[in-house]
Every structure is written in structure tokens, then in C-alpha cells.
């Protein structure tokens, strides 16, 4: 069973975001080879922060030594070789999947960009989000490929478009 614990900050409005983190998590996970987790009697969290973007600026800085803020940032903290029997092993039936973090203004000025809603621009990042909780990566090109295949499997699901092709409205 997923369960989505969500800390909102200023200046992301008021909304279900609660919501919005589930279904964007089981659509990704629901198209990877760890689908059982979404089944699973244990209780896997996933910790998702929509916060500033001097927040991600730091947590990028401090962990990417990157100096900019980001999109989103993910911190897995389950080995991705031991997903699978995370949570048969696990001690009290609950599993820290990992954490995503959202920064606001960066999310805006892309949505902007994408010429897409906010919320639209935010499913995506929360799919992308977790996708690397369970390990995918896109630093090499193969990789990049098979992650953003899911991705549009996933917001597809939900009914959104393909984010990889511009949009012109």
C-alpha cells in the first residue's frame, strides 16, 4: 500500500496535492517492474515537500553540489537491487520509500514554458520523482529513454499529454 505524506509551504496555494502525489506515484510505480508494491500489505511511504525555491536551492547545493535550485529532487532511501523484497522483510510493515521534493517557483516558470498547467507540470515531476525512488535514472541516454517511456505511460493514464513534446495553444 503507497501512502503520500505531503508538507505544503508558501507560496504553493492551497489544494489537494495529497491526491495529486498518490495518483502520479501508483501510475509511475504501476508501470515498473515493482508494481507489487502497490499491493503490498506493508505500508511504503513516499515523503513529498512542496516548498520554496531557496529550500531546493539548498538541499541541491548540499547533496548535488549543484548551486541553483531545481525542479524536483529525490532522495531514495531504499537500495533500488532490494525494492522487491523491501517489504516482505521489513520489521514493522512500513517502508521509507523515499523523499520528493517540488520547488515552487521553478515548477511555475516551466509550466509557463510547457504553456501547461501548474498541477500538470507538478503530476509530471512527481512521476519523474518517483521513478528515481525506485532507481531509474537518465544520465545516459538509454536510461533516459526507458524513464521517460514510463513517463508518458504514466501521465497518459492520468490523461495528461505527452511532456517531452512542446506545445504550442
Known amino acids: 500500500m503507497i501512502v503520500i505524506e505531503l508538507a505544503r509551504e508558501d507560496p504553493w496555494p492551497e489544494g489537494d496535492w495529497d491526491a495529486l502525489a498518490l495518483s502520479a506515484a501508483r501510475a509511475a510505480i504501476e ?12 505500508r511504503v511511504e513516499i ?8 529550500e531546493v536551492h539548498d538541499l541541491n547545493r548540499q547533496y548535488r553540489d ?13 537500495q533500488p537491487d532490494l525494492i ?10 512500513e517502508v521509507l520509500l523515499g523523499d ?18 501548474v498541477t500538470e507540470h507538478a503530476t509530471h515531476l512527481l512521476v519523474h520523482g518517483t521513478l528515481h525512488l525506485l532507481g531509474y535514472d537518465h544520465q545516459a541516454d538509454d536510461e533516459a529513454e526507458a524513464m521517460e517511456d514510463i513517463e508518458r505511460q504514466a501521465l497518459a493514464a492520468l490523461g495528461l499529454d505527452d511532456p517531452y513534446t512542446v506545445r504550442e495553444d
Not at 522487491?84 to 510493515?93: E, F, K, L
Not at 520528493?100 to 511555475?108: E, F, K, Y
Open 31 to 42: 508501470r515498473t517492474p515493482q508494481g507489487p508494491l502497490l499491493t503490498t500489505p506493508a
Open 47 to 54: 515523503s513529498v515537500r512542496l516548498t520554496s525555491d531557496a
Open 66 to 78: 549543484k548551486d541553483k535550485p531545481t525542479n524536483v529532487l529525490s532522495f531514495p532511501m531504499v
Open 84 to 93: 522487491d523484497t523491501v517489504s516482505q522483510n521489513s520489521d514493522d510493515g
Open 100 to 117: 520528493i521534493v517540488l520547488a515552487h517557483g521553478v515548477c511555475i516558470a516551466e509550466a509557463a514554458e510547457k504553456n501547461v498547467s
